[in-house]
């Protein structure tokens, strides 16, 4: 069942190239989705919401309808989205509901305060025949098959897939370089392995470590302390890189570890956060393309192959999803089933 892997996790985390590759062939062939975009144009304003690794995906896809369609999106975390946060939700509004079980509570209780209010909402959804599915009137799957391992990987990538290729979509963008997308999958995780694996045992002492990112890598650097914070039980927090000088900072000692995930046009102000972790003795991890200046400063660079910013912000969190598993192994946990924790959360 786990295909020779040791854990269902790093199975699926392997996995990615192919479902991601899957769920691409399925968008280019959906009829659902001319109604999602179009949706999405007539709306006044349109929503993104999930809870956990699902609304780092919402984050994520808020970015990208920004920066490469121009359109705004709130991305909101499902128990806010309730009428006494939200009056002035109605029916000229769109909310995507983005759930891998499509059985979470949260997003289910949201999804019924938004329809009472009258709102368009449609879903994205990995488990088909799930309450979310039954409940949308449009909803596009996400080809993952099952997930078994209780930190969510593969379909967090694919929901990113899904909402960037949504985004290249309303931009009237070409979509075949998003056909990249497995193979460089492939590559991240060949290359990246054997780099993560050599930094573990430098970092697994520590119990407590910061993840920044800046733009679309910001909501990687959630998904990646998400992952660590699940399957190791450290503390680490994820955060916007420019943020870090405004308090955290004082955290760092000698060795302490934060890693820096960065897109190739947000170097330079990496490089500044790096330096302010660097001098203070840190040992500052940057994740991010080939790059001079972060060899020059960083105290190791895990390399992501080259591509667009956009298909680059999604290749960052493979290192991520990596590091936490091999953190999680070396302490001597099973990252399939994390303490405290179910797949789904059925309860408010
Ligand atoms: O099934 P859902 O996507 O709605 O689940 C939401 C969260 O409970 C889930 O993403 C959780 O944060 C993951 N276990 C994180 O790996």
């Not at 499509?102 to 019924?112: M, R, S």
């Amino acid at each position: 069942q786990k295909g020779g892997y040791a854990h269902f996790m790093l199975k699926e985390i392997h996995e990615q190239p192919q479902v991601a590759r899957e769920v691409l062939h399925m968008l280019a062939g959906s009829t659902e989705v001319k109604r999602v975009l179009d949706a999405i144009r007539n709306a006044r304003q349109v929503y993104f919401i999930g809870c956990g690794t699902s609304y780092h995906a919402c984050l994520a896809g808020s970015v990208y309808f920004a920066q490469l369609a121009g359109r705004a999106v709130i991305p909101v975390l499902a128990p806010q989205f309730i009428p006494q946060y939200l009056p002035a939700v109605n029916k000229q509004d769109v909310g995507i509901f983005v759930s891998q079980s499509g059985e979470t509570k949260d997003v289910l209780n949201a999804l019924q305060a938004a329809e009472a209010q009258g709102m368009t909402c449609l879903g994205l959804a990995n488990v088909i025949g799930s309450t979310l599915t039954k409940a949308t009137a449009c909803w596009l799957p996400l080809c993952c098959g099952y997930e078994i391992s209780v930190p969510a990987t593969k379909t967090f990538t694919n929901q990113v897939v899904t909402f960037l290729y949504l985004a290249y979509r309303l931009a009237g963008r070409d979509t075949r370089p998003l056909e990249d997308i497995p193979a460089l999958m492939e590559t991240t995780l060949n290359t990246a392995a054997p780099q993560i694996e050599a930094i573990v045992p430098a970092i697994n002492p520590w119990n407590d470590l910061y993840c920044l990112g800046y733009g679309a890598t910001y909501p990687m650097a959630l998904e990646g302390a998400l992952k660590l914070k699940e399957i190791t039980y450290a503390h680490c927090e994820g955060m916007l890189s420019t943020e870090f000088k405004h308090g955290p900072l004082s955290a760092v000692t000698e060795n302490y570890p934060v890693l820096f995930v960065t897109g190739p046009e947000d170097v330079p102000l990496i490089v500044s956060g790096i330096n302010e972790v660097t001098c203070r003795g840190g040992r500052a991890i940057a994740i991010g393309q080939e790059d001079s200046r972060l060899r020059a400063n960083a105290s190791e660079v895990i390399t992501l192959p080259e591509a667009s910013p956009e298909i680059s912000s999604l290749l960052s969190v493979l290192p991520l999803q990596l590091l936490a598993y091999h953190m999680s192994v070396g302490r001597g946990y099973d990252p399939d089933f994390p303490r405290n924790l179910s797949k789904t959360l059925t309860v408010d």
